[in-house]
Structure formats: structure tokens, C-alpha cells
């Protein structure tokens, strides 16, 4: 996943767009007439934004898309207050504008996107997203959410206390504040964090507190720890669906910290065993 930390020099004429969100003149952008299947990545930090699938010719004068990567662009009253800016959700950069009810594709939607905010890679490109879920003991949201497809690999591990590269007994029995968790790696042209996330609620309790079935104790509390905006938005929106279905939800909703890989005994913990989960299971809840 890219981080800020990635973030690259910027010309003047990319500074003057990217940072102190300008426009390029129209039909000037050397990306206006890019054609070739590929991904358009940010510019200053290199997080993938469009599929070219996604983009089409709309006349503006600008790159269109009707559709972004999932989870890749936040979208933001403009200081005009009539438009819509659109930034790249891992470094806030200026893309543009978004519009809607122009009816220009089936989905009804324009990303107006500066090609000076963007780079384009040829090709396919291997994509993948992370996604962080704490539902009790970490061996059985490990076990399931491993069986969905699109899912890379899943790691157990702590997340969400104070301690710095805690062991299992750190864990269980000081006080660390960290979370028995999992590392959900995804492919999001597959599977949607939507879908990960709708499997978590479903393989466990998200109204039981302090504890899952027969563990109990802080480090088996629910949670999910959103990587950005559309993640939080994403869980929140089912939370409210799972309480309007009479659930009292106790699952919290926190932004991401850094996450400890747990020591190796405990990764693939039931696939190695041969057994299942005993404090898991599958309910349909959606």
C-alpha cells in the first residue's frame, strides 16, 4: 500500500496544480488522449486512482472517468460551494472535479481529472489493498476471511495499543491496549472491502463486549480499523444496517495503527490444526 512517506519532487507546474489545486488549460494534457489499457496512478505519490476501462471520451478537454478505484479518491465541497473536488485519498493531492447527472455513461458520473495530477502505467497492473479486522480470537476471522475470493493472504497479529512489537504474552496478560487482529492483503478488482467487511460482521458477534464466545478479555474486542475514508464510510453504513435490523452493535470503528505480525505459531492457525474455529461461525446477517 502506498504511504505519504512515498511522496515524489514536484515540478512548479505540478506543484501549482497538485498543492495549490489549479487546472491545466483544457486540451492541453498529455493524457487527454491516452487510449492504451492501463492504470492512472498519482503523480506525487504513486497510489493507483483509475482503471482505463473506466475512462472515456466526454469533449471537456480533460481525462473522464466515470468510476475510481475503490477507496482511492475523496471527494469534498469545493470552496466555490457548487463543485465537488476529488483528491487522492492517500496524499490528498488536487485531481480535480467530479460531476454528476450528465448522463454521459450508464453510471452518471465524471471525474474531470488534470493529467498533470496523474501518471499513467501500461499494462495490467497487479493491484492490492489492506484491510485490518479485530473479532475476537484471530485464528478464526483468520480461518474465514481467508476462504473469500480475491483475498491475497490474511496475518494475525496486534494492533490498536500503546505497546511497540508486543508478543502474544504481552497481549494476553499486560496491559497493552492491543487488539488480537487480522491483515486482511486483497485484490480489489475481485473482491471489494465491502464484501471483507460484510464476512467479518457475519463470522462472529459484533454485539458481544469485551470478548468472543468463551474468550474473554480487551484483546478480543470487535473492531475495524479503517485505512482511509472510504473504509470508515463503508463500516459505518453496515453498522447502521445491522442496528436497524435490531442489533446493538458493539464492533468499533478506529482508525488504523500499526499492525504486528503475531509470532508464527499462530498464523494459519486451523489450517495447520486440520480443525475448525469453535468460537466462530458463519451467520447471514446481511
Known amino acids: 500500500m502506498t504511504t505519504t512517506?512515498?511522496?515524489?519532487p514536484l515540478t512548479?507546474?505540478?506543484?501549482?496544480?497538485?498543492?495549490?489545486?489549479?487546472?491545466?488549460?483544457p486540451f492541453t494534457g498529455d493524457l487527454l488522449k491516452e487510449k492504451r489499457e492501463g492504470t492512472y496512478v498519482c503523480r506525487q505519490c504513486g497510489a493507483a486512482?483509475?482503471?482505463?476501462?473506466?475512462?472515456?471520451?466526454?469533449?471537456?478537454?480533460?481525462?473522464?472517468?466515470?468510476?475510481?478505484?475503490?477507496?482511492?479518491?475523496?471527494?469534498?465541497?469545493?470552496?466555490?460551494?457548487?463543485?465537488?473536488?476529488?483528491?487522492c485519498a492517500n496524499c490528498k493531492g488536487h485531481l480535480g472535479h467530479v460531476f454528476l447527472g450528465e448522463r454521459f455513461t450508464e453510471k452518471n458520473t465524471r471525474h474531470c481529472v488534470n493529467s498533470v495530477s496523474m501518471d499513467f502505467i501500461p499494462g495490467k497492473l497487479e493491484l492490492e489493498e489492506t484491510a485490518i479486522f479485530a473479532?475476537?480470537?484471530?485464528?478464526?476471522?483468520?480461518?474465514?476471511?481467508?476462504?473469500?475470493?480475491?483475498?491475497?493472504?490474511?496475518?494475525?497479529g496486534y494492533t490498536g495499543g500503546k505497546t511497540e512489537n508486543p508478543s502474544y504474552q504481552d497481549v494476553s496478560y499486560r496491559n497493552t491496549g492491543h487488539y488480537e487482529a487480522v491483515e486482511v492483503t486483497y485484490d480489489p478488482a475481485v473482491?471489494?472491502?465491502?464484501?471483507?467487511?460484510?464476512?467479518?460482521?457475519?463470522?462472529?458477534?459484533?454485539?458481544?463486549?469485551?470478548?468472543?464466545?468463551?474468550?474473554?478479555?480487551?484483546?478480543?474486542?470487535?473492531?475495524v480499523f479503517y485505512r482511509n475514508e472510504e473504509q470508515k464510510a463503508v463500516t459505518e453504513k453496515l453498522i447502521r444496517r445491522l442496528e436497524e435490523k435490531g442489533y446493538?452493535?458493539?464492533?468499533?470503528?478506529?482508525?488504523?495503527?500499526?499492525?504486528?505480525e503475531a509470532e508464527d505459531y499462530h498464523q494459519d492457525y486451523y489450517v495447520k490444526k486440520g480443525s475448525l474455529p469453535y468460537c466462530h461461525g458463519y451467520v447471514k446477517k446481511f
Open 191 to 223: 473482491v471489494d472491502f465491502e464484501t471483507l467487511a460484510k464476512t467479518f460482521f457475519e463470522i462472529h458477534d459484533p454485539t458481544q463486549t469485551n470478548g468472543q464466545g468463551p474468550d474473554i478479555g480487551k484483546q478480543y474486542r470487535s473492531a
Open 135 to 156: 473479532g475476537g480470537c484471530f485464528w478464526g476471522v483468520e480461518y474465514y476471511l481467508q476462504k473469500l475470493d480475491g483475498v491475497k493472504t490474511v496475518v494475525s
Open 49 to 87: 486512482l483509475y482503471h482505463s476501462s473506466d475512462k472515456f471520451d466526454s469533449g471537456c478537454g480533460w481525462p473522464s472517468f466515470d468510476d475510481e478505484i475503490e477507496g482511492a479518491v475523496l471527494r469534498v465541497p469545493d470552496k466555490d460551494g457548487r463543485r465537488t473536488e476529488i483528491l
Open 5 to 8: 512517506q512515498d511522496i515524489k
Open 248 to 260: 446493538k452493535i458493539a464492533t468499533k470503528v478506529l482508525p488504523a495503527k500499526t499492525f504486528y
Open 12 to 25: 512548479p507546474e505540478e506543484k501549482r496544480v497538485i498543492i495549490d489545486k489549479g487546472t491545466e488549460a
